[in-house]
């Protein structure tokens, strides 16, 4: 096994079992996205998201060499390997470090296809917004409308399509329960389910039959908020909500290597896909091959990193969406409780949040994780500085004894590529030097870095 493999300790045993103890807040290392469960009542005063700044075009061009310093940084920080496509206006960088496979040591390329996870939000959210153009869907209208017969009664009543999208329905997540014992043996699960098929009906049914873990109005990220939406698409439309989203998205938007997989295999080249579990995948499993009916319409989309460059500049260009339900999209509520006196700095809209860097700047975009795979990408709201890096090792991060969570170089290194992928205001070298702050709800945070003893449902990020 090469060097790069994590060498701080597993979870030991007691820690362990505390972890195992603690359902719902595991459903988050799992889930799709590295958004946090860290719940914010949503702050109906101020819902537009931060606009960015206008950035001149004398900005500096791409610093190649820096950019390839710091990918390089992530890979030696201990993460098996990674692929990155920058741009700045029509400038664009492609990058690649490390690992596909770490036996044979086969290097990565560029244009690797990657599971994004969910990062397909943002495309079902687009679909359900351009039916919202068409008059076919309202935003503020319940769902139990368009699913009675998977809704019903008083929540299908209460809990809104925009709920759905801006994942203040109160509705559980649903992958936890789809993984039964995963917490306490998760390789063999993991192992076992590899070819199984899931139903997005049933993935539905075990959402809303797990217990709330916050109120409704009340900002928690959830994965059955946007199977549901996949099933809205399929009522409205009358096809296969993966087929439409291919249709009226993916080749709207022009995309050559971004598609909804028909098998547990991926089509075109790409890494191995390792999934640690914090330790307790010892060492790490290649999990490339596996069914994605578990991640549907809420994350089970491949692409590449170029290609999520193009998604996100043609649809903040207004290319994919109306200016109305651009708007609509843009409308965020806080992700977390900030700090008396200070504000938010990130915020979720509609499949779309939008994140204060550490270099000052307000991006939008999304993040995905699926077992082995991880995936970033953020832009300027103008969609003209932009940076997609997808990586091979997920939840690696480690725990002292009592649970409490290790130095981490791997999210500090990958923090820094991203602010300094994005900085326009210094040479993207000087701000990969500084050690970014930890916003709650960043990437790194949630890929892992929850404690693994929190109760109530709810994590609290370690800083």
Do not use: C
Request: no cysteine.
């Amino acid at each position: 096994m090469p060097s790069v493999h994590p060498k701080s300790r597993p979870l030991p045993p007691r820690s362990r079992a505390r972890w195992t103890a603690v359902a719902p807040v595991a459903v988050l290392a799992l889930s799709l996205s590295a958004l946090p469960a860290q719940a914010a009542p949503v702050d109906t005063r101020a819902t537009a998201g931060p606009t960015s700044a206008v950035v001149s075009s004398t900005a500096p061009a791409l610093d190649r060499e820096a950019l390839r310093a710091s990918l390089d940084a992530f890979h030696k920080a201990g993460m098996y390997g990674a692929y990155s496509a920058v741009r700045d206006g029509s400038a664009r960088w492609n990058g690649a470090t490390g690992f596909a496979d770490v036996t044979t040591e086969r290097p990565t390329r560029p244009g690797f296809e990657h599971r994004i996870g969910s990062i397909t939000k943002t495309f079902t959210s687009v679909a359900v917004l351009q039916q919202v153009g068409a008059g076919r869907v309202d935003l503020d209208a319940p769902i139990g409308r368009y699913l009675p017969d998977l809704v019903p009664g008083e929540r299908g009543q209460r809990v809104t399509v925009r709920m759905l999208l801006n994942h203040t329905s109160g509705i559980a997540d649903y992958v936890l329960p789809a993984f039964p014992g995963i917490l306490e043996n998760p390789g063999k699960v993991l192992d076992e389910n590899r070819h199984r098929q899931l139903a997005p009906e049933e993935l539905v049914r075990l959402g809303l039959a797990a217990p709330p873990v916050v109120e409704r109005g009340t900002y928690a990220y959830s994965n059955t908020n946007y199977i549901l939406a996949g099933l809205l698409l399929k009522r409205v439309t009358g096809q296969e909500p993966e087929a439409y989203i291919t249709r009226n998205v993916i080749r709207k938007a022009g995309l050559r290597h971004t598609y909804f997989p028909r098998s547990a295999y991926i089509r075109g080249p790409h890494a191995k896909m390792y999934e640690s579990m914090f330790g307790l995948i010892d060492p790490p499993r290649d999990y490339s091959v596996y069914d994605m009916s578990w991640g549907g319409t809420a994350g089970a989309m491949v692409s590449t990193m170029s290609d999520l460059n193009d998604f996100y500049r043609k649809l903040l260009g207004g290319k994919l969406l109306g200016a109305a339900e651009l708007r609509a999209m843009k409308t965020t509520v806080p992700t977390h409780e900030p700090e008396p006196g200070q504000e938010a700095v990130m915020r979720y809209g509609l499949g779309i949040y939008t994140l204060r860097m550490p270099n000052g700047g307000w991006y939008w975009g999304h993040d995905g994780g699926v077992f082995g795979a991880g995936t970033w990408a953020l832009s300027t709201e103008d969609g003209s500085r932009q940076v997609a890096i997808g990586y091979n090792l997920m939840k690696y991060q480690r725990f002292d004894e009592q649970g409490r969570p290790l130095p981490d170089p791997v999210s500090d290194a990958l923090y820094r590529y991203v602010d300094g992928a994005l900085d326009r205001s210094a040479a993207p070298a000087a701000s990969a030097q500084r050690l970014a702050p930890r916003a709650p709800g960043a990437l790194p945070l949630v890929d892992g870095l929850i404690a693994p003893d929190r109760a109530h449902g709810r994590s609290t990020v370690a800083r």
